[in-house]
Antibody, heavy 122, light 107 residues
Framework: QVHLVESGGGVVVPGTSLRLSCAAS????????IHWVRQAPGKGLEWVAV????????HYADSMKGRSTISRDNSNNSVYLQVNSLTVEDTAIYYC???????????????WGQGTLVTVSS | EIVLTQSPATLSVPPGERATLSCRAS??????LAWYQQRPGQAPRLLIH???TRATGIPARFSGSGSGTEFTLTISSLQSEDSAVYYC??????????FGQGTKVEI
């Protein structure tokens, strides 16, 4: 059974940084790309970033370029999202999402974690 | 960036009736379109991919259709547990991957 568990959220002050983690189990982690998708309170879904199954390619939303880094550790079945210079607009639930394709590029996201809440407030 | 526009914003349907949700893309996405259901307080769940292929374990009352720029999600014979927000998502032209703004279905 595919399982994705996010952690690292919390209440932070504007201008600071945060590192989110996603622990995966129930599938061959090293063969799947992983996305981060966020959802502001009461709002829709916003794609944030993606990393290819082997870590060789990464893509970011414009809102995250230059201040965030996605990475993965296939030996520990984990993905990370480091976000710097946080603003109140970054307040959201951050979901870790598996991409359906394996040993390939990118396709549709299929399994979602339960998310971790990041609140940016002074 | 491909913009996905969903309509209507809210849909109220009696139990047992049919609901029809629309998603329009600003450029063709072929059939690279997925639908997700998000119940209150829960993470999204994949319903449909490839515009019309049901994901594993999804009831047959959910069906998708369309290609290019026009897509439809149909829920036949609505049940109470179908109350949720439904999002379309395109994975044809990226980055960025984009989502529609959602349609709230009230039973």
């Amino acid at each position: 059974q595919v399982h994705l568990v996010e952690s690292g959220g919390g209440v932070v002050v504007p201008g600071t940084s945060l590192r989110l983690s996603c622990a995966a189990s129930g599938f061959t982690f090293s063969s799947h790309s992983i996305h981060w998708v966020r959802q502001a309170p009461g709002k829709g879904l916003e794609w944030v970033a993606v990393i290819l199954y082997d870590g060789s390619k990464k893509h970011y939303a414009d809102s995250m370029k230059g201040r965030s880094t996605i990475s993965r550790d296939n030996s520990n079945n984990s993905v990370y999202l480091q976000v710097n210079s946080l603003t109140v607009e970054d307040t959201a639930i951050y979901y870790c999402v598996r991409d359906s394709t394996f040993y390939s590029g990118f396709d549709w996201p299929d399994y979602w974690g339960q998310g971790t809440l990041v609140t940016v407030s002074s | 960036e491909i913009v996905l526009t969903q309509s209507p914003a809210t849909l109220s349907v009696p139990p047992g009736e049919r609901a029809t949700l629309s998603c329009r893309a600003s450029l063709s996405v072929s059939t690279d379109l997925a639908w997700y259901q998000q119940r209150p307080g829960q993470a999204p769940r994949l319903l449909i991919h490839g515009a019309s292929t049901r994901a594993t374990g999804i009831p047959a009352r959910f069906s998708g259709s369309g290609s290019g720029t026009e897509f439809t999600l149909t829920i036949s014979s609505l049940q109470s547990e179908d109350s949720a927000v439904y999002y379309c998502h395109q994975y044809n032209n990226w980055p960025p991957w984009t989502f529609g703004q959602g349609t709230k279905v009230e039973i």
